[in-house]
Nanobody
């Protein structure tokens, strides 16, 4: 059973930075799609960044492209989300999710089997 634990959320002013971490344990497959989702109150959960652990390929939603960077430390089984130039509209609960994959990753939350508990990010203007 894969377990995911997020950390690193907090409150920051607009223009600031935060780094989220997602520590994984219990991997049973060779490669996974790891995704950071976020959900603001009253809004649907949306994917913001994906990394395929097999080759490190990354994908970003347009809303965060150029500001957020997803990366992995394979030795630590940890995925990071570096968030720079934060905006008030980035305020949300951020979740890490994972699903075993042979190479194709998808944005829809329904494709992901394993979820962390979430970490809150609040950006004030």
């Amino acid at each position: 059973q894969v377990q995911l634990v997020e950390s690193g959320g907090g409150s920051v002013q607009a223009g600031g930075s935060l780094r989220l971490s997602c520590a994984a344990s219990g991997y049973t497959s060779r490669s996974y799609c790891m995704v950071w989702f976020r959900q603001a109150p009253g809004k649907e959960r949306e994917g913001v960044a994906i990394i395929y652990t097999g080759n490190g390929r990354t994908y970003y939603d347009d809303s965060v492209k150029g500001r957020f960077t997803i990366s992995q430390d394979s030795a630590k089984n940890t995925v990071y989300l570096q968030m720079n130039s934060l905006k008030p509209e980035d305020t949300a609960m951020y979740y890490c999710a994972a699903s075993p994959s042979g190479g194709s990753c998808y944005w829809g939350a329904r494709y992901y089997n394993y979820w962390g508990q979430g970490t809150q990010v609040t950006v004030s203007s």
